[in-house]
């Protein structure tokens, strides 16, 4: 089912934890909300949850408001960051209990809470507890236990953040391909950009309690809406820029050749890895002359920053294929795009 939220704000004190925030998470989508620490994430989540009321706004699942609806009856599956397993039960209980709770008969619990353990590849640890299993089993636990019950929506805070990088990578792809076999529309919430970038259908990215823009990763990546968004997911060059009386859009003393636009471009992004470096004028829209100011070798790619003489102290990166040949710090160089690289950010 479809989630609907409108207009959902939320004040702690004189905190906007939320302001006047809408989206809407589609049936069967795996939705991220990603953003920095304290834009909202959590708040929305409990929101959704019931766990949390808000303000004011509307949320919808399919056809029912869910404002009319007690959070223990909205039979939602919920996983936070920490490990919330009950630390005297094995994981079979644990998984049980949600089961149990809901009146299910107990052989059918359990043959229930079987299968779950079998989709997170743990049926051979059930009699476990979890001080017995590492970090990364007990999560795929907690998430047996909260799809055992088969919820209406799969709600997720950080779920990975506290498990090192190697646990963390293997659970990405496993938690993503259980949530597409069993089709359940799902969020987690996130302030990792790669987790969200590989995991999401969806990603909607959060700034001080607003949404400030929703997509696909591509879409977020390729036509990020403003600077905070192009910075948040990759890195990109911010250029300002100033119209000139004649018309020209002008980076320092240079004029750019830069995309069709409506509207006066104040700033113009460039993804590091769309730029090129070379000794001579290149056959790019724009090929600036500069300063290779540092240069460091990173192996499978390497990353020039250069100072054009135009704008000096706007420095561009590029970021170049490591088989390619590097400048010097110091050598005058060229540096290279072309308009249709160029993003239009917003402020
Ligand atoms: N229970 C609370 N009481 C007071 N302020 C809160 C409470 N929960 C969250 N906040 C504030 O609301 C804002 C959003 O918090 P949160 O939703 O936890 O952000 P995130 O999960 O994105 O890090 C923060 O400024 C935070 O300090
Ligand atoms: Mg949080």
Redesign the pocket.
């Given at each position: 089912m479809s989630l609907e939220v409108r207009g959902v704000s939320k004040l702690?004190?004189s905190?906007k934890?939320l302001d006047n925030l809408s989206l809407t998470v589609p049936d069967g989508n795996f939705t991220c909300f990603l953003?920095?620490?304290?834009?909202?994430?959590?708040?929305?989540l409990r929101i959704i949850a019931g766990l949390e009321s808000a303000d004011s706004g509307q949320i919808t699942l399919g056809m029912n408001d869910l404002s009319q609806t007690q959070p223990s009856e909205r039979n939602f599956g919920v996983v936070f960051q920490s490990y919330s397993l009950f630390p005297n039960l094995s994981a079979l209980k644990n998984v049980m209990y949600g089961l149990e709770c809901r009146a299910w008969p107990k052989a059918k619990a359990k043959a229930r809470a079987m299968e779950m353990l079998d989709l997170v590849h743990l049926a051979d640890q059930a009699d476990k507890l979890p001080s017995q299993m590492s970090g990364g089993q007990q999560q795929r636990v907690a998430i047996a236990r909260a799809i055992a019950p088969q919820p209406s929506l799969l709600l997720l805070d950080e779920p990975l953040s506290a498990l090192d990088a190697k646990v963390r990578a293997e659970l990405r792809s496993e938690v993503r391909k259980i949530q597409q076999d069993i089709g359940i529309t799902t969020i987690m919430?996130t302030?990792d950009q790669s987790e969200a970038l590989e995991m999401a259908d969806q990603i909607v990215v959060?700034r001080g309690?607003q949404v400030e823009q929703v997509g696909t990763a591509r879409e977020l990546y390729h036509h990020p809406r403003t600077e905070f968004v192009a910075n948040f997911i990759g890195t990109i060059n911010s250029l300002a820029v100033e119209p000139n009386d004649k018309g020209s859009l002008m980076f320092g003393s240079a004029p750019l050749v830069v995309p069709d636009s409506q509207g006066s471009i104040r700033k113009l992004g460039v993804r590091p890895e769309a730029v090129t470096i070379s000794s001579s004028p290149a056959k790019t829209d724009n090929s600036l002359a500069g300063i290779a100011k540092t240069v460091r070798f990173l192996g499978n790619y390497n990353v020039v920053e250069v100072a054009p003489d135009c704008a000096p102290d706007q420095i561009i990166s590029a970021e170049l294929r490591g088989d390619l040949a590097l400048p010097s710090e110091g050598d005058a160089v060229y540096v290279n795009f072309n308009s249709e690289q160029l993003r239009e950010l917003q402020a």
């Open positions: 702690y004190g905190v934890a953003g920095p620490s304290g834009c909202g994430k959590t708040t929305l919430v302030h959060l309690g």
